[in-house]
Protein backbone atom coordinates (compact mmCIF):
# COMPACT_ATOMS: atom_id res chain seq x y z
CA UNK A 1 0.00 0.00 0.00
CA UNK A 2 0.75 3.78 -0.04
CA UNK A 3 3.73 5.12 1.91
CA UNK A 4 4.42 8.30 2.80
CA UNK A 5 7.94 9.59 3.82
CA UNK A 6 8.44 13.09 5.52
CA UNK A 7 11.52 14.65 6.21
CA UNK A 8 13.09 16.77 8.06
CA UNK A 9 11.57 14.98 11.52
CA UNK A 10 12.83 18.75 13.12
CA UNK A 11 13.97 21.68 11.25
CA UNK A 12 14.46 24.92 13.69
CA UNK A 13 14.74 28.40 11.04
CA UNK A 14 15.63 31.84 12.67
CA UNK A 15 12.30 34.14 11.95
CA UNK A 16 12.23 35.43 8.69
CA UNK A 17 14.17 32.48 6.90
CA UNK A 18 12.22 30.00 4.67
CA UNK A 19 11.23 26.58 5.85
CA UNK A 20 11.29 23.59 3.67
CA UNK A 21 9.34 19.80 4.60
CA UNK A 22 9.11 17.09 1.54
CA UNK A 23 7.19 14.07 1.62
CA UNK A 24 7.84 11.20 -0.55
CA UNK A 25 5.03 9.15 -1.81
CA UNK A 26 4.90 5.59 -3.31
CA UNK A 27 1.46 5.16 -4.98
CA UNK A 28 1.41 6.48 -8.76
CA UNK A 29 -2.67 6.52 -8.32
CA UNK A 30 -2.14 9.66 -5.50
CA UNK A 31 -4.48 12.17 -6.58
CA UNK A 32 -5.51 14.18 -3.37
CA UNK A 33 -2.31 15.90 -1.45
CA UNK A 34 -2.88 17.90 1.75
CA UNK A 35 -0.73 20.14 4.84
CA UNK A 36 -1.86 20.04 7.86
CA UNK A 37 -0.37 22.16 10.86
CA UNK A 38 -0.99 20.78 14.54
CA UNK A 39 -0.11 23.47 17.50
CA UNK A 40 0.15 22.08 20.59
CA UNK A 41 -2.76 20.72 22.65
CA UNK A 42 -4.92 21.00 19.39
CA UNK A 43 -6.48 19.09 16.35
CA UNK A 44 -4.48 19.28 13.04
CA UNK A 45 -5.39 22.32 10.80
CA UNK A 46 -5.64 21.92 6.94
CA UNK A 47 -3.84 24.81 5.56
CA UNK A 48 -3.89 23.61 1.53
CA UNK A 49 -5.02 20.47 -0.34
CA UNK A 50 -3.82 19.99 -4.15
CA UNK A 51 -5.57 17.95 -7.04
CA UNK A 52 -2.93 16.05 -9.12
CA UNK A 53 -3.05 18.38 -12.06
CA UNK A 54 -1.76 20.93 -10.28
CA UNK A 55 2.13 21.59 -9.71
CA UNK A 56 2.09 24.72 -7.66
CA UNK A 57 -0.19 26.23 -5.07
CA UNK A 58 0.64 29.61 -3.15
CA UNK A 59 -1.38 30.87 -0.37
CA UNK A 60 -0.99 33.09 2.13
CA UNK A 61 2.94 33.16 2.84
CA UNK A 62 2.74 28.94 2.04
CA UNK A 63 3.73 27.68 -1.31
CA UNK A 64 2.95 23.75 -2.54
CA UNK A 65 4.99 22.10 -4.95
CA UNK A 66 3.81 18.84 -6.41
CA UNK A 67 6.32 16.46 -8.24
CA UNK A 68 4.41 13.95 -9.61
CA UNK A 69 7.49 12.39 -11.42
CA UNK A 70 9.46 12.22 -8.19
CA UNK A 71 6.49 11.59 -5.91
CA UNK A 72 7.30 14.42 -4.10
CA UNK A 73 5.30 16.92 -2.37
CA UNK A 74 6.79 19.91 -0.93
CA UNK A 75 5.86 23.04 1.68
CA UNK A 76 7.47 25.93 1.63
CA UNK A 77 6.77 28.50 4.53
CA UNK A 78 8.60 31.57 3.18
CA UNK A 79 9.38 34.52 5.97
CA UNK A 80 8.58 31.91 8.64
CA UNK A 81 7.64 33.80 12.20
CA UNK A 82 7.42 32.44 15.47
CA UNK A 83 3.19 31.85 14.88
CA UNK A 84 4.59 29.21 12.53
CA UNK A 85 5.88 26.77 14.65
CA UNK A 86 4.05 23.81 15.18
CA UNK A 87 3.78 20.34 13.66
CA UNK A 88 3.28 19.87 10.04
CA UNK A 89 2.08 16.85 8.35
CA UNK A 90 1.60 15.80 4.67
CA UNK A 91 -1.13 13.50 3.42
CA UNK A 92 -2.08 11.92 1.00
CA UNK A 93 -5.07 9.68 -0.76
CA UNK A 94 -5.45 7.97 -3.89
CA UNK A 95 -8.69 7.71 -6.30
CA UNK A 96 -8.76 4.18 -6.49
CA UNK A 97 -9.15 1.42 -3.70
CA UNK A 98 -10.80 2.99 -0.55
CA UNK A 99 -9.41 6.05 -1.06
CA UNK A 100 -7.67 5.87 2.66
CA UNK A 101 -5.80 9.07 3.93
CA UNK A 102 -1.92 8.19 4.42
CA UNK A 103 -0.02 10.72 6.49
CA UNK A 104 3.20 11.30 7.00
CA UNK A 105 5.05 11.11 10.64
CA UNK A 106 5.10 15.05 10.86
CA UNK A 107 7.92 18.05 10.95
CA UNK A 108 8.38 19.75 13.95
CA UNK A 109 9.34 23.22 12.98
CA UNK A 110 10.80 25.65 15.67
CA UNK A 111 11.35 29.22 14.24
CA UNK A 112 13.48 31.35 16.41
CA UNK A 113 12.66 34.86 17.18
CA UNK B 1 -19.51 27.24 11.15
CA UNK B 2 -17.74 24.03 9.98
CA UNK B 3 -17.10 22.05 13.08
CA UNK B 4 -15.94 18.84 14.61
CA UNK B 5 -16.62 18.55 18.02
CA UNK B 6 -14.76 16.07 20.55
CA UNK B 7 -15.76 14.71 23.89
CA UNK B 8 -14.77 14.99 26.43
CA UNK B 9 -11.24 16.16 26.13
CA UNK B 10 -9.43 14.92 28.66
CA UNK B 11 -10.14 11.33 30.07
CA UNK B 12 -8.99 9.02 32.99
CA UNK B 13 -10.18 5.46 33.42
CA UNK B 14 -8.72 2.63 35.15
CA UNK B 15 -7.68 -0.40 33.28
CA UNK B 16 -11.01 -2.84 32.37
CA UNK B 17 -13.33 0.10 32.94
CA UNK B 18 -15.19 0.61 29.89
CA UNK B 19 -14.72 3.86 27.53
CA UNK B 20 -17.04 6.25 25.49
CA UNK B 21 -15.39 8.41 23.08
CA UNK B 22 -18.25 10.84 21.48
CA UNK B 23 -17.84 13.00 18.27
CA UNK B 24 -20.45 15.25 16.19
CA UNK B 25 -19.71 17.33 13.01
CA UNK B 26 -22.05 19.91 11.51
CA UNK B 27 -20.75 20.10 7.92
CA UNK B 28 -23.33 16.59 7.10
CA UNK B 29 -20.28 14.50 6.17
CA UNK B 30 -20.49 11.21 5.18
CA UNK B 31 -16.86 9.84 6.06
CA UNK B 32 -16.06 9.51 9.65
CA UNK B 33 -13.00 8.52 11.02
CA UNK B 34 -11.40 7.68 14.66
CA UNK B 35 -7.21 7.78 14.62
CA UNK B 36 -4.93 7.69 17.90
CA UNK B 37 -1.87 9.74 17.81
CA UNK B 38 1.08 8.48 19.64
CA UNK B 39 4.85 10.36 19.95
CA UNK B 40 6.94 8.61 17.20
CA UNK B 41 4.12 7.12 15.72
CA UNK B 42 2.05 9.76 13.88
CA UNK B 43 -1.04 9.25 13.45
CA UNK B 44 -3.12 5.67 12.98
CA UNK B 45 -6.59 4.95 11.51
CA UNK B 46 -8.38 2.69 13.93
CA UNK B 47 -12.02 2.73 12.11
CA UNK B 48 -13.43 4.63 8.79
CA UNK B 49 -17.28 4.84 8.61
CA UNK B 50 -18.66 5.47 5.34
CA UNK B 51 -22.29 6.42 6.69
CA UNK B 52 -24.86 5.39 8.87
CA UNK B 53 -24.22 1.81 9.84
CA UNK B 54 -21.29 1.15 7.06
CA UNK B 55 -18.14 1.39 9.34
CA UNK B 56 -14.55 -0.59 8.12
CA UNK B 57 -12.08 -1.08 10.63
CA UNK B 58 -8.98 0.38 9.78
CA UNK B 59 -5.01 0.26 10.72
CA UNK B 60 -5.30 -0.79 14.00
CA UNK B 61 -8.85 -2.00 14.98
CA UNK B 62 -8.32 -4.26 17.34
CA UNK B 63 -9.63 -3.65 21.24
CA UNK B 64 -11.92 -0.46 19.56
CA UNK B 65 -15.24 -0.53 18.24
CA UNK B 66 -17.68 2.04 16.68
CA UNK B 67 -21.12 2.84 16.10
CA UNK B 68 -22.73 5.33 13.97
CA UNK B 69 -26.08 5.63 14.29
CA UNK B 70 -26.67 9.31 13.01
CA UNK B 71 -24.60 10.77 9.84
CA UNK B 72 -23.43 13.84 12.32
CA UNK B 73 -22.34 11.75 15.00
CA UNK B 74 -19.77 8.47 15.26
CA UNK B 75 -18.56 7.29 18.86
CA UNK B 76 -15.32 5.17 19.62
CA UNK B 77 -15.79 2.77 22.34
CA UNK B 78 -13.20 0.47 24.38
CA UNK B 79 -14.52 -2.32 26.03
CA UNK B 80 -12.25 -3.36 28.86
CA UNK B 81 -9.51 -0.55 28.65
CA UNK B 82 -6.19 -1.47 28.54
CA UNK B 83 -3.05 0.75 29.65
CA UNK B 84 -1.77 0.54 26.15
CA UNK B 85 -4.42 2.33 24.97
CA UNK B 86 -3.45 5.67 26.43
CA UNK B 87 -3.14 8.01 23.78
CA UNK B 88 -5.07 10.83 22.12
CA UNK B 89 -7.41 10.35 19.86
CA UNK B 90 -8.83 12.10 17.04
CA UNK B 91 -12.38 12.08 15.35
CA UNK B 92 -12.32 13.88 12.17
CA UNK B 93 -14.63 13.95 9.39
CA UNK B 94 -14.75 14.32 5.43
CA UNK B 95 -17.73 15.41 2.22
CA UNK B 96 -16.30 11.90 0.65
CA UNK B 97 -13.48 9.73 1.27
CA UNK B 98 -10.13 10.76 0.27
CA UNK B 99 -11.42 14.57 0.42
CA UNK B 100 -10.41 17.45 2.83
CA UNK B 101 -10.17 15.63 6.03
CA UNK B 102 -11.22 18.47 9.11
CA UNK B 103 -10.44 17.06 12.85
CA UNK B 104 -11.96 17.31 16.19
CA UNK B 105 -9.52 18.81 19.03
CA UNK B 106 -8.76 15.75 20.16
CA UNK B 107 -9.61 13.78 23.54
CA UNK B 108 -6.41 12.69 25.72
CA UNK B 109 -7.19 9.44 27.37
CA UNK B 110 -5.20 8.16 30.17
CA UNK B 111 -5.84 4.49 30.96
CA UNK B 112 -3.89 3.91 34.25
Known amino acids: GEQVEQRPPHLSVPEGDSAVIICTYTDSATAYFYWYKQEPGAGLQLLMS?????DRKEEQGLTVLLNKKDKQLSLNLTAAHPGDSAVYFCAVSAVTGNYKYVFGAGTRLKVIA | DMKVTQMPRYLIKRMGENVLLECGQD?????MYWYRQDPGLGLQLIYI???????SEGDIPKGYRVSRKKREHFSLILDSAKTNQTSVYFCASSSLPGKEVFFGKGTRLTVV
Open chain 2, 49 to 55: SYDVDSN
Open chain 1, 50 to 54: VFSNV
Open chain 2, 27 to 31: MSHET
